[in-house]
């Protein structure tokens, strides 16, 4: 039995899901000088949970992260945001969450996600679980900035 499991947050674990977004992203604010759009908000957090599509992940019983997913009708889910606080890293618990969310949402044809061009550990992840990379995007011109969009067909 696998010791990682999902549960949809509730307004009760929206601070701690901000801290702990925070906190697994602060390498990328160290590495582009920003965090990744809206983590930073309680509020947002709160209003994603409200969706109810933002789900707090579980390793051994402690919260170890979160995974949020935005639906684009019945057949496209695009996943947000998803990050583990290091303390929890290198436990093969993202392939388990994408299993358990895919198990979740079984009639989806289509995921999609954007990661960092410079998240090596990102891509290796997401090309090893089936996601193929379909294009870049530079937010600011004046900015060598990219973000890798990838796609993966069910």
């Not at 947002?44 to 935005?70: N, P, T």
């Not at 890293?89 to 996600?113: C, F």
């Amino acid at each position: 039995m696998s010791e990682t499991t999902i549960e949809l947050a509730s307004a009760v674990d929206a601070e701690t899901l901000q801290n702990m977004s925070i906190i697994a992203f602060t390498s990328d604010f160290k590495q582009y000088g920003a965090f990744p759009p809206h983590i930073q908000s309680v509020e947002w957090h709160l209003s994603q949970i409200e969706k109810g599509h933002y789900f707090k992940i579980e390793y051994s019983g402690e919260m170890a992260g979160g995974i949020c997913l935005i639906l684009h009708g019945e057949s496209l889910i695009k996943i947000k945001y998803f990050f583990i606080v290091e303390s929890f890293q290198n436990k093969r618990i993202g392939s388990q969450v994408i299993k358990l969310i895919e198990e979740q949402y079984n009639n989806v044809a289509t995921w999609s996600l954007v990661t960092p061009y410079k998240a090596y550990r990102n891509h290796h992840f997401y090309e090893k679980l089936g996601y193929v990379k379909i294009g870049e995007i530079q937010p600011d011109p004046n900015d060598e900035f990219k973000i890798f969009k990838y796609i993966k067909n069910c």
